[in-house]
């Protein structure tokens, strides 16, 4: 079913049956609607462009005392934006067809006319012909006393109107002020400021059961010189939280009303101040939580051994400064047979229980090559079992790197790799060799096909780069583009020692997206004091 289009503005405002009227700021007739036109037996065409009280001259009966026209200063005041009714004007007017004044009376409403930006362009006149009403009015000797009266009320339900305005919008804005207080003396000041600004009190203060002693409040407003004060409790929810009073420089009696305002203000007042206990109460428990997490994640990740002939250095920072855990780990220890041992790893997740799911596993790994002299892969094999059978449930990714002499009277590297980013491998000449073999499972997924172990020289000035994807993964881009990101990088500071290196690289990764873990081992003479570097980083 269709429906018919919304009518023309323009057709409305002519067929409207109450009489209006619109002049510009210069009280110049714009237009006029049928209703008003056919009131006064005039013709649109006739009125239209012609100055209000040109064409409706005010008859000198009809001004005030000061010669102001009445009517002219309703419209004034709509100009300024303000809604004015007259709900009784005498305002005589000339009729067209005898040319003589006519006694006319009206009830008028000038309302303002606002454009987009709030600017008053045009005053809306409605008028309302009640001559009959009030000459009929007029036989009763009561009639000016009912007049008087009428306008009095009027008056005065217009100055509390005005009153209540105020005072909502000062409650508002006071409430603003509680909501945004970041602590109880700017509580305070936005009640002072509500106090001053809607009941004319010179001060207010608050004591709150637990901090000052009962009373305290009203004593602190007599002791500023107020020989006027009301006193309310702080309730919330029907909890007495303390009290609020304000005081007066000069003598005060509160009426009714201006008690409830009090009142109002004592519960917006209560409201702000549980809003500043919970909020410190979630600090302090976020304070206590990111320390235990600190705490927790120091212990799981602990200074790596020292090994002979490596120069170690490692790092830790999180994707957040709230978690401060996850499930990266890296580990530097010596196996069965006294062979050194360098393990990178992410268990998924970021929160405690990836941290104690990583602990689990790095733990067990440690076991496992401790107990097990045998090669990387296979390692990496019997952990698959151990975490199936003892029921940890948990997906990681790891690379198990060996060091091991090579025959020749060098070294050399065997890795396994279960799904992780490959290894750099740092050369002397300042070349960088990306580790990568064909991908294998995680673990924990119990392949039952085994692992495999690869094997590569380790000459002595050369460094072997293990991290976690949190290096290497950028949003919008491939994981081979992270990682040849780094092998540019790690190029650009081949100068620098490992600790030197692990700074740098943190550096350029800015903010990381997600947790990392980095372990460096550089191959010096076998004769070196072993050096073991720092653990844990906060987020840049």
Do not use: K
């Amino acid at each position: 079913m269709q429906h018919a289009p919304a009518p023309d503005l323009d057709t409305v405002f002519a067929a409207l049956p109450t009489a209006y009227l619109v002049v510009d700021r210069d009280l110049v007739i714009v237009e006029v609607n049928r209703a008003y036109a056919t009131m006064l037996s005039r013709r649109r065409e006739d009125l239209v462009g012609r100055p209000v009280f040109e064409a409706f001259p005010p008859p000198p009966d009809t001004l005030d005392d000061d010669g102001s026209n009445p009517a002219e200063v309703s419209m004034r005041r709509a100009l300024a934006g303000e809604t004015d009714v007259l709900p009784t004007l005498h305002y005589d007017v000339v009729s067209p067809a005898t040319g003589e004044l006519v006694q006319r009376h009206w009830s008028v409403v000038n309302a303002p006319l606002a454009d987009a930006d709030g600017v008053v362009r045009y005053v809306l006149h409605r008028v309302e012909d009640i001559t009959d009403y009030v000459l009929e009015r007029a036989r009763s000797v009561q009639v000016e006393a009912e007049l008087f009266v009428r306008d009095r009320e009027v008056e005065v339900a217009r100055r509390a109107e005005r009153l209540a305005a105020r005072t909502v919008a000062a409650q508002a804005h006071v409430a603003l002020q509680l909501v945004e207080a970041g602590d109880h003396d700017e509580l305070l000041e936005g009640v002072r400021t509500f106090a001053r600004s809607v009941l004319g009190a010179a001060t207010a203060s608050a004591a709150l059961l637990g901090e000052r002693p009962p009373g305290s409040a009203a004593a602190e407003v007599t002791a500023a010189g107020c020989p006027s004060l009301v006193q309310t409790p702080v309730v919330v929810d029907g909890v007495q939280l303390g009290e609020l009073a304000l005081g007066w420089d000069h003598p005060r009696t509160l009426g009714a009303g201006d008690h409830e305002v009090v009142g109002a203000v004592a519960v917006q007042y209560g409201q702000a101040v549980l809003r500043l206990r919970h909020r410190a109460a979630e600090q302090e428990a976020a304070e206590t939580a990111l320390a235990m997490s600190e705490t927790l994640q120091r212990s799981l990740l602990p200074r790596p051994t020292a090994v002979a002939g490596l120069d170690v250095a490692v790092r830790y920072r999180p994707a957040s400064q709230q978690a401060r855990v996850g499930g990266d780990w890296y580990d530097v220890f010596h196996d069965a047979d006294g062979t050194a041992a360098l393990t990178i790893g992410d268990v998924s997740g970021h929160d405690g229980t990836a941290a104690a799911l990583m602990g689990q596993v790095r733990s067990l790994l440690r076991g496992v090559a401790y107990a097990t002299p045998a090669d990387p892969g296979h390692l990496l094999g019997v952990l698959d079992e151990a975490l199936f059978d003892l029921g940890v449930d948990a997906l990681a990714t790891a690379v198990l790197v060996s060091v091991h002499p090579d025959g020749r009277g060098g070294r050399c590297l065997r890795w396994s790799n279960a799904g992780h980013p490959p290894p750099l491998l740092l050369l002397p000449d300042g070349s960088v060799e990306v580790l990568a073999r064909e991908p294998e499972l995680l673990l924990g997924c119990r392949t039952g096909t085994g692992r495999s172990t690869h094997r590569r020289d380790l000459p002595d000035g050369a460094t072997v780069v293990l991290y976690t994807d949190g290096l290497v993964e950028r949003r919008g881009a491939t994981i081979d583009d992270g990682v040849q990101w780094l092998r540019e990088r790690v190029a650009a500071l081949a100068g620098d020692d490992p600790e030197e290196l692990c700074d740098g690289l943190l550096a350029d990764l800015g903010v990381p997206e997600d947790d990392v873990a980095l372990l460096l081992a550089r191959a010096v003479p076998a004769g070196s004091r072993p050096v073991a570097g720092l653990v844990l980083t906060g987020s840049a």
